[in-house]
């Protein structure tokens, strides 16, 4: 078969001068390119041409009501499909899917293998080593769990894909963006499927799966145009936070990178703003960005950096991920490692009584600013316990880069020194790391899935809610009732203002700058619940619960990445001010909405019409219908707050 595939160079040679050519990984080397569409028989050349290729070929799909799917006239035939995996980089590159608990049902059904991969469930590889499979399931539509799980009734394939591309290298990923956008087959990318919202899934889709897109590579010294100069790691879309931190601890080194061991750092992650464990000390994780490699909505691939397409640049450093393109690689500054101090604390209702357990716990969260300001990160959880009648504070890790035991010690004090006037028993284990990698290793266990009956919201408090007694005093108290209303919370205590992520301008949404304080809730239902009961849970969280914490927080937003997929007002939200550059670079390079998730940068004008009226990705994505969407897709944001 005709490839165009280009001479591989030893990465080892690229090394010398950074600057002054691209660097690519050899997967980024096999390309597709125009010469080799052009010498394919028109037909072909129809399915695989480049957006802005053969004028006279071109075929409108993408202005379609709907994207087409499986059940319609216009889905791309058997024979499409297949002409599709021939030119693939491998022969089993294309997947057709076959959800994992299709053994659970009908003529598929073998109980053993059921049972082994119900047993498995709840361990995240089960999905994020699955091509279609996702992190948060109700996004999905349910439509295929393990019955011990939640039962399906069938096994349909519901919101997941319908084909999935295996990426293995650039030629993958552009055959199968042209593939689907000349087709107007609906496009979606999935890398570990962490994604809060769904949007690494899609009824009816072409999945474009960037898991395996692992190569790293190290700079001791790389030169950026940018003035940067520095230690530097550049590494494929399907690194995960272990996989990179493990590199970079050989070397010495450390990135900003997520706190979740299999948190995909190129992905969603630093394309959505990233949060880190090291955010008080050197910002956000897309503040530490120096270029992407990305294949474009045309199928182009190209680079995004300082000097090379600044716009696109600007817009992949917070934007959200699946929007703009699929990124093969991005180059990130890394920094010398340096010793951590870990510390991890419990205190339970049950043991110290309610009065003392809020006056503790509002004890931490007061110090909110000063924590962050002395460059610490905490994550922590506050829940209701199983029997609801008690509350537990969970410091999973108070975690201080660079601070000795003695240091972290001085900069816990004042909260140590409530407890102990409270007359509240405690016992902080703390932990002096040599590095980085050790410190997180110890305190990041590995995610679950997430079950079938939560929803999630977030918000970031700024610091201002801290700096008077009247304002902790508000601010803890809503926090408070959410618990009292028997809903957990997950919270971070960080500071990634501008200065510490070295003033960058890109799209990191704005109210992070000021946030000490980014705190998730979520709100259970039974797992019975009807299509009507789950729409009011979600209601009076969205707009109850969550609607509280907003009206403490004016003009502060709610981070991409970690937010309820039905956030009122999100183009503020996510972005603030940001948004309507944002837009406009949306639809400069993808005018024709190739690239599509539910709450995206330019998502407005359409919307996925689900077919059991619940918010998820089990339906076709449709255009809004005009009368509807008029407002929204013209005039997308600021309502004053
Ligand atoms: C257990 C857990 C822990 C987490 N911890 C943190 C944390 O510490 N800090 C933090 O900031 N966030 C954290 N998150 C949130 C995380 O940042 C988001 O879920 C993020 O979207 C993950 O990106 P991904 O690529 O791994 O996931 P995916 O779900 O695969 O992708 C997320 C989105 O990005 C798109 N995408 C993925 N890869 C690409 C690509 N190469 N090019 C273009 N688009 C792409 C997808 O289409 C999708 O829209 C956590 C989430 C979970 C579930
Ligand atoms: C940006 O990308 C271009 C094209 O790949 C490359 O030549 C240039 O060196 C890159 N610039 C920086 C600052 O890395
Ligand atoms: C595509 O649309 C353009 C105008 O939008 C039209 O001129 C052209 O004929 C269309 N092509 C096909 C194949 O329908
Ligand atoms: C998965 O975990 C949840 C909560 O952690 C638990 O309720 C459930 O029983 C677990 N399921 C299985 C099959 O282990
Ligand atoms: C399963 O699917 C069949 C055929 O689509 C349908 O008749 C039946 O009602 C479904 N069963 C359940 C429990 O959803
Ligand atoms: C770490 O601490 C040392 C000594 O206090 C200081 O010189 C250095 O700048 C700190 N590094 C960072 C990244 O804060
Ligand atoms: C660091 O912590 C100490 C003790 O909690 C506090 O007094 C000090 O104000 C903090 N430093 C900053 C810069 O906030
Ligand atoms: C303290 O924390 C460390 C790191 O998580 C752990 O190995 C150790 O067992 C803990 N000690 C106690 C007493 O909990
Ligand atoms: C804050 O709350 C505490 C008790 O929780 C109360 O004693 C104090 O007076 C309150 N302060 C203000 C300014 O409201
Ligand atoms: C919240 O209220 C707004 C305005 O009344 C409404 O448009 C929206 O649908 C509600 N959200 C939910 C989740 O019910
Ligand atoms: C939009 O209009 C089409 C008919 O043009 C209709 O079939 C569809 O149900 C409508 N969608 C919504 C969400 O109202």
Known sequence: MARFIHSILLATSLLSSPSQSRILFPYERRQLTREYVASLPEEDAQLFAFGDQFETLAVNATDKRCRYGPQDGKWPSDKAWQKLAKQLSTTDALIKTTPQASVCYGTTKNEAKCQELTKNWNNSYTHIDDPTE???????????QPPAIYDSGNCTLGGYPSYVIKAADVLDIQLGINFARNDGVRLVVKNTGHDFAGKSVGAGSLSIWTHGLKDIQIFDNYVDESGYRGPAVKAGAGVQDFDLYKAVNDKGLV???????????????????????LSSIYGMAADQALGFEIVTPTGEFLSANSTSNPDLFWALRGGGGGTFGVVTSVAVKAFKDMPVTAVSWLLDSATIGKDKFWAASQA???????NADNGTYSYLIMAPSANGKDYTFIMQAFLAPNKTAKETTAILSPY??????LNIPFSPNMTEYKGFYPAWQAHFPLEAQSDVQTAYGSRLFPRSNFDSETGRNITFNVLRQTLEAGQSIIAFNL??????????DNAVNPAWRNAVLHAIAGRRWDVKASVADILAARKSFTNGTMQKWRDVTPGSGSYLNEADRLEPNWQQSFWGDK??????IKKEWDPKDVFWAVNAVGSEGWTVESVDGLPD???????????SSAATADAPMLQAF
């Open 416 to 421: 140590f020194s409530r407890l102990t006037a």
């Open 364 to 370: 931490f969260v007061d110090r909110a600013s000063s």
């Open 495 to 504: 500071g990634p203002t501008l200065a510490r992520g070295g003033n960058p």
């Open 134 to 144: 996702v992190l948060s399931p109700i996004y999905q539509g349910l439509t295929c």
């Open 617 to 627: 990705e089990n339906g076709k994505l449709c255009k809004v219908n005009t009368t």
């Open 579 to 584: 948004y309507a550059r944002l837009l406009q």
């Open 255 to 277: 990135v900003v990178g997520g706190a979740g061991q299999t948190v995909g750092a190129m992905g969603g992650y630093i394309q959505g703003g990233g949060h880190s464990p």
